[in-house]
């Protein structure tokens, strides 16, 4: 299974939106709205920030949004703040009855 | 709280075996599967495989065929991940997370760092 697809950095500037996108296939974004998100700053543990491709867990910010069409899913951070600075980090359930994440996408807030 | 405490640091030699542990508190051990998770100095997080606390039964991916098993002690409630025939490439930080029913990981430990160097 290989990873899913994301580009490698996505920068913005406070208050502005950025979108970063996660691209699989037929056999898991394609099949499956099982797509989640995750947050990792340095030195720490990733975070669940989307599950269900649009679901927030309770305390996520709503600035924090997701969405899928055909084989890509995408996280969209509007309102940019200096504290979304992190890596993030996609996963998808698979046909395999596996799990898949993506390369990983670092974020810089300029 | 519900949380996921992990084993120490280890250090191992090329060929060596190592157990990492997690255990699981604040919620019921049974309810929701794990999974175990590693991560690379520098590099993108990797699925390995899960475990359900509840039947026992695990699941892992195919590149770690023969080399990995999960178990678990429920009247501990933690789970173990074994690696075996370590290589250089195994070093990492390995994580525990919890599957939220969800088909996501809501819960994560704090990481074991785990070092294959001769």
């Known amino acids: 299974q290989s990873a899913l697809t994301q580009p490698p950095s996505v920068s913005g500037s406070p208050g502005q939106s950025v979108t970063i996108s996660c691209t699989g296939t037929?056999?898991?974004?394609?099949?499956?709205?099982?797509v989640s998100w995750y947050q990792q700053p340095p030195g720490t543990a990733p975070k669940l920030m989307i599950y269900e491709v649009n679901n927030r867990p309770s305390g996520v910010p709503d600035r924090f949004s997701g969405s899928k069409s055909g084989n890509t899913a995408s996280l969209t951070i509007s309102g940019l703040q200096a504290e979304d600075e992190a890596d993030y980090y996609c996963s998808s359930y698979t046909s395999s009855a596996t799990w898949v994440f993506g390369g990983g996408t670092k974020l810089t807030v300029l | 709280q519900v949380q996921l405490v992990q084993s120490g640091a280890e250090v191992k030699k090329p060929g060596a075996s190592v157990k990492v542990s997690c255990k699981a508190s604040?919620?019921?051990?049974?309810?929701?599967?794990i999974h175990w998770v590693r991560q690379a100095p520098g590099q993108g997080v990797e699925w390995m495989g899960i475990i359900s606390p509840g039947g026992g039964w695990a699941s892992h991916a195919q590149k770690l065929q023969g080399r990995v098993s999960m178990t678990r002690d429920t009247t501990t409630t933690t789970v173990y991940m074994e690696l075996t025939s370590l290589r250089s490439e195994d070093t990492a930080v390995y994580y525990c997370?919890?599957?939220?029913?969800?088909?996501?990981?809501?819960?994560w430990g704090q990481g074991t760092m785990v070092t294959v160097s001769s």
């Open positions: 037929s056999s898991d974004i394609g099949s499956y709205n099982h």
């Open positions: 604040g919620y019921t051990f049974t309810r929701n599967n």
């Open positions: 997370a919890r599957d939220d029913t969800n088909w996501a990981f809501d819960i």
